[in-house]
């Protein structure tokens, strides 16, 4: 529509000025032609001044330009007209009009639109003026007849080209009115499955397509991850649940030995720090991680310093061989930081044998702290690798040695480390794997290790 619009204005200014300079023109050679016809007539009169008897003598010439058809007035130094062509109309002059100059005006004479030009006569040998007129019938006629062949011409032109344009505006919109409506179709149904149809070519149109379909795609992929997330979380919590109810059920029983009662006690505490640990990873996985990790400067090498001997103190058939360089500080989050190391030796820990030895090293390599923690466990297989940060995911090895566990404790290493602008990578061995760590070092003074707060 809005194509056609212009084209209508383009044609329009078009017309009118061709209009325009069409009657500017025709009017120009008319006043042209009026001067020579009035140049003309002074010139067959003899010389000398205009007065009564001059023009008595020329009587007979003026009479044959009159039959002729020529309009003419001619007019004394007085302004006197001496004689006159116009028949039945004195003064063909409109009131006021100045003798001494030379005019054109549109006058109606004797019941016909004329144009008129006055014209004064060299006064020093002749003296007076001339009016020389000609009907302006002929020419608005001509001119009527330009506009009427602009506007049919215009017309059929806006229609010759507005029709096809119309079509091929319509065409070209063809595949933006299916984005539409695939978008109001997937916003009806809440089905991410649906497509476009891709195009070969990569125009804007094409781009659209795929820009599209990427974007469709995507939201497709976060929310099938999102229920999957939920559907992994809430089959996690009920085991915990499971077994605190069946504990809860034995326990009832007032005839249960004293030993069985407080290992059944034992167990569903073991269950409900490890239903509060699953909730609380869970809830972290799910936050904005820009918004829930903390920034302040921490003692890294303190830190990592603790948890290795808290480890050992919880395992001590195990054998930790800890290398720690002093003073590293990290820019981060110290409870989420205890975390990541918390679970990097439990994982070291739970995949090697009793005993197993676990050998952590803390440095600082090209500006960064690196922490590394090797064991000489199970190790992961190639085709694992790749899985395990994901939520969740747990090795089918693993669960076998190690059948407690959620899956989430690298996700969370993950999400923290990287949150915090540091590194995570893996190297797996047949003999057992070693994480590291890589964190920014941090410009300011550290945070004691005493403020930190306890990991829930
Ligand atoms: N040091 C390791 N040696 C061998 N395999 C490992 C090691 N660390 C992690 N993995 C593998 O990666 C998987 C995911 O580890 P992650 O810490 O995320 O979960 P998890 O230890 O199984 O359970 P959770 O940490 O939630 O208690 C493990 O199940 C295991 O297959
Ligand atoms: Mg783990």
């Known amino acids: ?31 042209d032609g009026l001067e020579a016809q009035a140049n003309s007539i002074i010139a067959s009169l003899p010389a000398g001044r205009l007065d009564e008897s001059l023009i008595e003598s020329s009587r007979p010439a003026l009479e044959a330009e009159e039959a002729a058809g020529l309009l003419f007035q001619i007019r004394d130094s007085s302004g006197q007209v001496l004689y006159s062509s116009f028949r039945g109309s004195q003064d063909v002059l409109p009131p006021g009009g100045s003798l001494d100059q030379q005019a054109v005006y549109e006058r109606k004479v004797a019941q016909q639109q004329l144009r008129l030009l006055h ?50 505006a319509g065409r070209a919109l063809d595949p933006i009115r299916e ?14 499955s649906q497509r476009l149809v891709e195009r070969p070519t990569r125009d804007e149109i094409g781009e659209l397509t795929a820009t599209f379909n990427d974007l469709i795609g995507r939201i497709e992929q976060t929310l099938a991850a999102h229920s999957r997330f939920l559907a992994e979380a809430s089959h996690e919590l ?18 249960l030995p004293e030993g069985d009662r407080v290992a059944c006690l034992e167990r569903m505490t073991r269950e409900a720090s490890a239903m509060t640990r699953l909730v609380g990873d ?49 820019e981060g989050d110290a409870q989420r930081l205890q975390q990541v190391v918390r679970n990097l030796l439990e994982n070291a820990l739970n995949y090697s044998p009793q005993g197993g030895a676990v050998e952590v090293s803390l440095k600082k390599q090209n500006g960064r702290a690196r922490l590394s923690v090797r064991d000489f466990g199970i ?16 090795g089918v090895e693993a669960s076998r040695v190690h059948r407690e566990g959620a899956g989430l404790g690298l996700s969370i290493v993950k999400y923290v480390v990287e949150g915090l602008g540091g590194d995570i990578s893996v190297e797996s061995r047949p003999n057992g794997a070693t994480f590291v ?10 945070k004691r290790l005493r403020d930190l707060l306890p990991v829930p």
């Open 179 to 192: 984005v539409s409506r695939v978008a109001r179709r997937v916003e009806r149904t809440s089905d991410f």
């Open 1 to 31: 529509m809005l194509c056609v619009a212009l084209v209508a204005l383009v044609l329009a200014g078009f017309a009118i000025t061709v209009n325009f300079l069409a009657s500017t023109r025709i009017y120009a050679s008319l006043d």
């Open 238 to 255: 009920r085991r915990p649940l499971t077994i605190l109810r069946t504990n809860l059920y034995i326990l009832r029983d007032p005839d």
């Open 282 to 330: 869970v809830l972290l996985l799910n936050r904005d991680r820009a918004q829930s990790l903390e920034r302040a400067p921490v003692d890294f090498s303190r830190l990592c310093g603790e948890e290795a001997w808290r480890m050992q103190l919880a395992e001590p058939t195990a054998s930790l061989q800890v290398q720690i360089a002093t003073n590293l500080m990290v």
């Open 119 to 168: 014209m004064p006569i060299d006064s020093a040998s002749r003296g007076g003026s001339i009016e020389v007129g000609r009907p302006t019938k002929e020419t608005d006629e001509a001119l009527t007849e330009i506009r009427g062949t602009l506007l049919i011409g215009g017309l059929f032109a806006l229609l010759l080209t507005s029709l096809p344009a119309y079509f091929i």
């Open 437 to 446: 760590v890589e964190l920014p070092m941090s410009q300011r003074s550290g």
């Open 379 to 394: 190790g992961i297989s190639t085709k694992e690798l790749p899985k395990i940060f994901d939520r969740f995911y747990r």
